[in-house]
């Protein structure tokens, strides 16, 4: 698709990025000295309309979920191409595939799980879940579900439901960006996945997992093959952190690198990992054609959404601001 399509989109995008929370209003609900006077500070934005049920009923869940659900099916509406879209929300439709197939599994109801996210309906999940086939979803759901059921026949663990679905997931967020026919949105799924594989390959090291572990959940579709990475997990955080330093994302693995132990450590890696798509986020935010505007403003609304959350709940259970801000994402600038 030409980039030039998007014009239009992308002119809106700029008008939803206007009605983002700002820095200034996230640091007045951090410092308010209670649940009731943080949600005082949302009387000056587009969630006005919620605050006096939310002091009531402090159901603030449900309307972070309406709210990215209802940007979510505006997006669909308005982007040339949804397969953009439906890049941030498949992962929201692969959490609900989990709940229906370990449902499904062992006959118990996770229904109050479910996310009314997607582009897919949960009803049509629902089905494919049950009968193993759908003219509604693409093939790689019906892979993902056949792969889950064959699994749990052979080893009759539930567990093993979270780890396809967790592989299986980014190889269909690979297919999607490669529909998008855009390099720049296949460069970024591709750094997302091999920056995922990067912390699990960490976490797995300090957990002295198996190789058999690792070549089950690592997935192939990043641009770091997956052959080299189980072979690094059989070595030390030293060893993996001194070899990854040579590779693509040798920044990240640099300043991921404790200085006193020498080791590569998770905790540093994933916040190198969130700096680095911020990074990406505001390039993209800057743009004035193409579809990377729509990425960048999803990418801020999910993060507006997790930071209120944080808020909210550190407030309600009185917790000391420092550890609500700890746990914050960055805003990119707005």
């Known amino acids: 698709m030409e980039p030039t399509a998007f014009a239009g989109t ?51 869940d449900t309307l972070l979920v309406n709210e990215l659900k209802r940007m979510y099916d505006e997006l669909f509406t308005i982007s040339p191409e949804p397969a953009l879209v439906e890049l941030f929300t498949l992962r929201y439709s692969y959490h609900n595939l989990k709940v229906m197939l370990k449902e499904n599994l062992t006959q118990n109801d996770f229904s109050s799980m479910l ?10 999940l629902k ?7 759908s003219d509604e979803l693409s093939q790689e759901y019906i892979i993902s579900i056949q792969e889950v059921k064959t699994g749990y026949e052979e080893y009759h663990n539930v567990q093993s439901v979270d780890i396809i679905l967790d592989r299986r997931y980014f190889t269909h967020l690979k297919q ?32 002295k997992r198996s190789q058999n572990f690792l070549t089950t959940i690592l997935s192939s579709s990043g641009s770091i093959s997956k052959k080299e990475l189980i072979q690094l997990g059989t070595g030390n955080l030293v060893d993996a952190g001194k070899k990854l330093a040579d590779g693509k994302y040798s920044d990240i693995i640099l300043n991921s690198v404790n200085p006193e132990t020498q080791e590569l450590s998770p905790v540093r890696l994933d916040l190198q990992t ?61």
């Open 115 to 124: 996310i009314p996210i997607g582009k897919e309906s949960i009803s049509s």
């Open 274 to 334: 969130d700096n680095a798509y911020m990074e990406k986020m505001k390039d993209a935010k800057l743009e004035v054609f193409g579809p990377m505007p729509i990425l960048a403003y999803i990418y801020a609304k999910e993060n507006e959404v997790k930071n209120l959350r944080l808020i909210l709940v550190g407030k309600e259970n009185n917790l000391p601001i420092k550890e609500i801000r700890e746990r914050m994402r960055i805003i990119y600038g707005l």
């Open 10 to 60: 992308n002119a809106r995008i700029r008008v939803f990025e206007s009605n983002l929370l700002k820095n200034d209003q996230f640091e007045r609900m951090l410092q308010s000295p209670d649940f009731e006077e943080a949600l005082g500070v949302l009387k000056d934005t587009p969630y006005r309309n919620d605050v006096e049920e939310l002091k009531r009923t402090k159901n603030y």
């Open 127 to 133: 089905q494919a879940v049950e009968t193993g086939k």
């Open 176 to 207: 999607l960006a490669k529909s998008t026919r855009d390099p720049k949105v296949v460069d970024l799924i591709t750094m997302l996945i091999d920056l995922n594989n990067l912390s699990t390959l960490s976490r797995a090291i300090k957990q």
